[in-house]
């Protein structure tokens, strides 16, 4: 559970379960470039725009599980939503000089699609 | 990248990307309890039966990430399959005595509802 990449990866993720974006982007690079499952997000402040309506609706989250060395870290959370009562989220992060880099964020929208639907 | 559990989880893997499902088996527990994004699989049967419909369709698959330790692992994969070009998964395995006893299993059922929406 060490490892470089792994506690910039805690330290992101603590502030933004804390829903203080602002101190979670202090460790996110400019130029990140971020698989999500809708598509590619390039720059620092499209992560933003990305991250800021899950914030809204968090309720609760739990790690699963969290690893890392220096250069890479690989973290598995459940969270709780006001539409998805749980809804797990996996994230491959890469770390640069202690700025994430690279994101490969994967979660699974249908729960949200279908909340969406039934909300309509 | 060491650890029994990641060892056995990656033996596990490399078999059902093999397409190699009686080999896969043999790393899963009778009692595997296994959290899917459509709900929670009792016993190596219904978890032999949702692998299979996967294995099917699987074209490639590439290791993002893996990480472990005596009990436990994570690891992260890329999969390109007949629906879907790029379907990732996450997978958060519990290991005891040799086989998987628990999983978390993280994808996005979004493009595959897509997929099977517009085959309709």
């Given at each position: 559970?060490?490892?470089?990449?792994?506690?910039?990866?805690?330290?992101?993720?603590?502030?933004?379960?804390?829903?203080?974006?602002?101190?979670?982007?202090?460790?996110?690079?400019?130029?990140?470039?971020?698989?999500?499952?809708?598509?590619?997000?390039?720059?620092?402040?499209?992560y933003?725009?990305?991250?800021?309506?899950?914030?809204?609706?968090?309720?609760?989250t739990?790690?699963?599980?969290?690893?890392?060395?220096?250069?890479?870290?690989?973290?598995?959370?459940?969270?709780?939503?006001?539409?998805?009562?749980?809804?797990?989220?996996?994230?491959?992060?890469?770390?640069?000089?202690?700025?994430?880099?690279?994101?490969?964020?994967?979660?699974?929208?249908?729960?949200?699609?279908?909340?969406?639907?039934?909300?309509?």
């Amino acid at each position: 559970m060490t490892g470089t990449a792994l506690r910039i990866a805690l330290a992101h993720h603590e502030a933004w379960f804390a829903k203080d974006l602002d101190l979670a982007m202090t460790y996110v690079a400019d130029d990140i470039v971020c698989d999500a499952p809708a598509g590619r997000l390039e720059g620092a402040a499209a992560y933003r725009a990305f991250l800021a309506p899950f914030v809204q609706i968090l309720l609760g989250t739990r790690m699963i599980g969290a690893f890392g060395d220096d250069e890479t870290a690989l973290i598995m959370y459940d969270t709780e939503t006001v539409p998805v009562p749980h809804a797990p989220g996996a994230e491959h992060l890469t770390i640069a000089h202690g700025k994430i880099t690279r994101n490969v964020f994967l979660f699974d929208r249908a729960p949200f699609d279908a909340a969406r639907r039934s909300a309509t």
